[in-house]
């Protein structure tokens, strides 16, 4: 292997430039050229592919985002799509690539070398924690330092103005966000959608709200929860409470951006070196990942199909913290 390709792909995640540049230079210290490929898929498709030299990714530890762009592709999805990135990788004399993002990245450089034999290896770069075969995501981290903070600024008017405040973060599939925000940020109650039936929690908790309130709730919502995220079960409460009056506050995207924790620099420059390495033994179709601080592959069957279930001591914490 004398040159290979790296690209992120799906949603940004702090801490993809540290594995970028952990890529880069693990190649070069191998002796092995590098190929940034811009845009994921579809800068594949467009061969929108370039060198990265050591001073490409100088600098860039420290930054959010990525600095080789993503997107989703839809024309990858199709044959005629695959064949023309891997002419366009053939072309640029690309041996291998190293992906970096989820569950859909990893899919389609699964299917990528059923196809065409291509040999990868992915990094989890993902907020959500969600995939199997890792301990920790790339960028999980500093998504729930950056929700954490926004969570103790809203607990100080809440608590200047006695209020019930729900406030939602992200997780469409996954509850391990709100479960570390909500406990670090010393919430009253967790809605993930992990635990179904916890409207029961919610009403129970609020139903008397208006005789004799708090002095201040704070109420922490996945937005995958089964009750369609904070907006809606403010409108039902309201409903059933009409004298409530709580206030929502969505966090939304600001939990991707801003300049990376030192964990996760350091776990994806880890990661990063790993794949690289794995490439040059020989690996394909697997993940690197980190399980008890040890460097592991799990083979891409494994991390998109399997589940990762949420720690029960993180879900016990929640019901004795919040008697």
């Known amino acids: 292997m004398k040159r290979i390709g790296v690209f992120t792909s799906g949603g940004d995640s702090p801490g993809m430039n540290a594995c970028i540049r952990a890529v880069v230079r693990t190649a070069i210290y191998n002796g092995i050229e590098v190929m940034g490929i811009q845009r994921g898929y579809q800068g594949m498709i467009e061969n929108d592919i370039d060198f990265l030299t050591s001073r490409s990714v100088s600098n860039i530890i420290q930054r959010g985002g990525t600095i080789l762009k993503s997107a989703r592709s839809k024309e990858f999805m199709t044959p005629e799509g695959r064949s023309k990135a891997f002419r366009n990788l053939k072309e640029k004399g690309v041996d291998g690539i190293v992906c970096i993002g989820g569950n859909g990245t990893f899919t389609g450089a699964k299917l990528f070398f059923e196809e065409h034999g291509i040999p ?6 993902t907020i959500d924690n969600d995939l199997y075969g890792t301990d920790f995501t790339i960028g999980f981290d500093t998504a729930i330092n950056t929700a954490v903070e926004a969570i103790d600024k809203i607990r100080d008017t809440a608590d200047s103005h006695g209020r019930v405040f729900f406030i939602e973060v992200m997780g469409r599939h996954t509850g391990y ?21 916890q409207w029961k929690d919610v009403a129970a908790m609020f139903a008397g709200e208006t005789k004799s309130p708090k002095a201040f709730s704070i109420v922490i919502v996945a937005e995958g929860d089964e009750e369609g995220g904070a907006i809606k079960i403010v409108e039902r409460l309201t409903k059933e409470i009409p004298d409530f009056d709580p206030r929502v506050s969505i966090l939304g995207h600001i939990q991707r951006g801003g300049s990376p924790t030192a964990y996760d620099r350091v776990l994806a420059s880890r990661l990063g070196n790993a794949a690289v390495e794995a490439l040059l033994a020989g690996e394909t179709n697997k993940m690197a990942g980190l399980v008890n601080n040890q460097v592991v592959l799990t083979s891409f069957d494994e991390a998109i199909n399997n589940s990762k279930p949420l720690n029960p001591g993180l879900l016990k914490l929640v019901d004795i913290f919040n008697c």
């Open 120 to 125: 990868s290896i992915g990094a989890p770069g």
């Open 177 to 197: 966000i709100a479960l570390a925000a909500g406990i670090a940020g010393g919430a009253e109650l967790i809605l993930i959608p992990e635990k179904q039936g």
